[in-house]
Nanobody
Framework: QVQLVESGGGLVQPGGSLRLSCAAS????????MGWYRQAPGKERELVAT???????NYSDSVKGRFTISRDNAKNTVYLQMNSLKPEDTAIYYC?????????WGQGTQVTVSS
C-alpha cells in the first residue's frame, strides 16, 4: 500500500514563502508523476504543479514564476517551494502520486496566507 505524508503548511503573511514536502512510501513504480493540487473553501480541487520521474514539470498559470516543484527520486519525495504568496493561495494542498491506473493522495496540509 502506498502512503503519502505531507508537511510544511502553515500561516504566512502575503509576500512570504513556504516549502511543502511530500514523502511517498510503499511499493512505487519508478516511472511516475508526482504533484500538488489545492482546494480552497467552496471551490473544486485544482492543479498546482506536477513533475515526472524524468523531471518534466507542469504549472498552473496562477503559480508560474512564483512556485517551484522539485523531487528527489531516491527518497520518493516531492517538494513545492512557494514564494510571493498571495491570499488567494490559501487552500488545503494535496500531494498526488500517479502511475496509471494507480492514483494516490495525501491527507492534505493547510496553507493560509493572511496578514
Amino acid at each position: 500500500q502506498v502512503q503519502l505524508v505531507e508537511s510544511g503548511g502553515g500561516l504566512v503573511q502575503p509576500g512570504g514563502s513556504l516549502r511543502l514536502s511530500c514523502a511517498a512510501s510503499g511499493s512505487i513504480f519508478s516511472r511516475n508523476v508526482m504533484g500538488w493540487y489545492r482546494q480552497a473553501p467552496g471551490k473544486e480541487r485544482e492543479l498546482v504543479a506536477t513533475i515526472s520521474s524524468g523531471g518534466t514539470t507542469n504549472y498552473s498559470d496562477s503559480v508560474k514564476g512564483r512556485f517551484t516543484i522539485s523531487r528527489d527520486n531516491a527518497k520518493n519525495t516531492v517538494y513545492l517551494q512557494m514564494n510571493s504568496l498571495k491570499p488567494e493561495d490559501t487552500a488545503i494542498y494535496y500531494c498526488n502520486l500517479r502511475y496509471l491506473p494507480n492514483d494516490y493522495w495525501g491527507q492534505g496540509t493547510q496553507v493560509t496566507v493572511s496578514s
